[in-house]
Nanobody, 119 residues
Framework: QVQIVESGGGLVQAGGSLRLSCAGS????????MGWYRQALGNERELVAT???????VYADSVKGRFTISTNNAKDTVYLQMNGLKPEDTAVYYC?????????????WGQGTQVTVSW
């Protein structure tokens, strides 16, 4: 079972920056992919950015050029650097870790961290 600890959310003015962190532990398998998703009030959860163990990244069009996803050297912590924040970025941000080894695969979600961007 993978334990996930998220941090870094908060309240920021438009144009400001925040950095989210997500640390995973407890798995005997390496993390194949880590990512961030968000869910605004009344909306469905959507992808923000993902990064594979090889370093390949995917970004939502709405955050390209403003957000950067990265991992630490141990590939057990994922970061989301958010610059140029807009009010429409306001949401609960969730970390997801995907694990796959032979026939075993599973995904684990963090508890979510609130990001609020004001005018």
């Amino acid at each position: 079972q993978v334990q996930i600890v998220e941090s870094g959310g908060g309240l920021v003015q438009a144009g400001g920056s925040l950095r989210l962190s997500c640390a995973g532990s407890g798995s005997i398998f390496t993390f194949n992919e880590m990512g961030w998703y968000r869910q605004a009030l009344g909306n469905e959860r959507e992808l923000v950015a993902t990064i594979t163990r090889a370093g390949n990244t995917v970004y939502a069009d709405s955050v390209k050029g403003r957000f950067t996803i990265s991992t630490n050297n141990a590939k057990d912590t994922v970061y989301l650097q958010m610059n140029g924040l807009k009010p429409e970025d306001t949401a609960v941000y969730y970390c997801k870790i995907y694990v796959r080894f032979l026939a075993y695969e599973n995904e684990y979600w963090g508890q979510g961290t609130q990001v609020t961007v004001s005018w």
